[in-house]
């Protein structure tokens, strides 16, 4: 079975993306993990199936799996992509706004350029409930044992939930141990995308991320967007930060409370293949 797919990635953050407009998806996880190995598959942190829209009011729906085959809600680098996608498939043009729909809900995307996407992410949503983290009031702050140490960390849903750290140094040896116990923490039902935060100034914001089901990743969309909105609730950034990740920069505007927040970032086409892995005929 041949299976073609686009490779794309947003600042380093790697997707393999799939034409499902016209045959469903129907990959198994085991497939999805085959495909996702970087040394006898493809490689990718997540897989992005382009579809028909359950939702009317939208132009197309996008499915979002991990590179462990799990599913996920949101991918802020892989909607730019999805828009990339969609205008070199002759679906969308430049300076075109259009409301795609996400496994999260629909979503605004405005095409710039064939290579930068601006996105309407939703309004962060900072209830314990929403996350979900396992909490019993909302704060600004929450302590959470991580092994053998209490960090303090702000938990936020952008789709998909985060917890977000910040740490004086993101180079720090002891962050490679803390972010693969903070992803799987008990607090979080679901897993939570482990953001650690570098506070530059004001509008400047630097950035690394341990994502559930892929691990540490060159950047995370949804993981700058959770940072940006938890500093600035915290009165410690302005509403557009720059936000540096080992892949390159995003751009994040947010007014606060209530509002939309908005990522603006590039999306590029690697190379188009054909998987003909043998466990796709089983």
Same mark, same amino acid.
């Given at each position: ?27 198994? %996880? ?19 199936? =382009?579809?028909?829209?359950?939702? #009317? ?25 999805? $828009?990339?996608w ?6 969308? $043009? =430049? ?7 996400? #496994?999260?809900g ?25 996350v ?20 303090m960390?702000? $938990?936020v ?26 992803? /799987? ?31 540490? /990743? ?54 188009e293949? %054909? ?8």
């Amino acid at each position: 079975m041949k299976l073609h797919f686009s490779k794309m990635h947003g600042i380093g953050n790697d997707f393999v993306m799939l034409d499902c407009r016209r045959q469903p998806f129907a990959l198994r %996880e085991e497939q999805i993990r085959a495909i996702a190995d970087r040394r006898t598959g493809v490689g990718f942190d997540q897989l992005i199936s =382009i579809e028909p829209p359950r939702d #009317p009011s939208c132009a197309f729906y996008y499915g979002i799996w991990n590179a462990d085959g799990s599913p996920s809600g949101q991918c802020g680098n892989g909607v730019r992509c999805v $828009a990339a996608w969609l205008h070199r498939a002759g679906e969308l $043009a =430049i300076g075109d706004t259009v409301r795609l729909e996400s #496994p999260s809900g629909p979503v605004t995307v405005r095409l710039i350029n064939a290579h930068e996407v601006t996105v309407d992410m939703g309004v962060p949503a900072f209830a314990p409930s929403q996350v979900p983290f396992r909490a019993d009031v909302e704060a600004d702050s929450y302590a959470i044992d991580v092994g053998d140490e209490t960090l303090m960390m702000g $938990a936020v849903s952008m789709g998909n939930p985060h917890a977000v750290v910040v740490v004086p140094d993101l180079q720090a040896p002891v962050l490679f141990r803390q972010g693969p116990l903070l992803t /799987t923490h008990e607090r979080f039902p679901e897993g939570a995308n482990a953001g650690f935060v570098q506070v530059v100034d004001r509008g400047q914001l630097r950035l690394r991320v341990h994502e559930r089901g892929s691990g540490w /990743t060159l950047a995370c969309g949804t993981g700058a967007c959770a940072a940006m909105a938890v500093m600035h609730e915290r009165g410690e950034v302005d509403d557009r930060v720059q936000v540096a990740l080992p892949g390159g920069e995003l751009t994040i505007d947010w007014a606060g409370r209530g509002q939309t927040l908005w990522m603006t970032g590039p999306a590029a086409f690697v190379f188009e293949g %054909e998987w003909l892995g043998s466990r796709m005929a089983r």
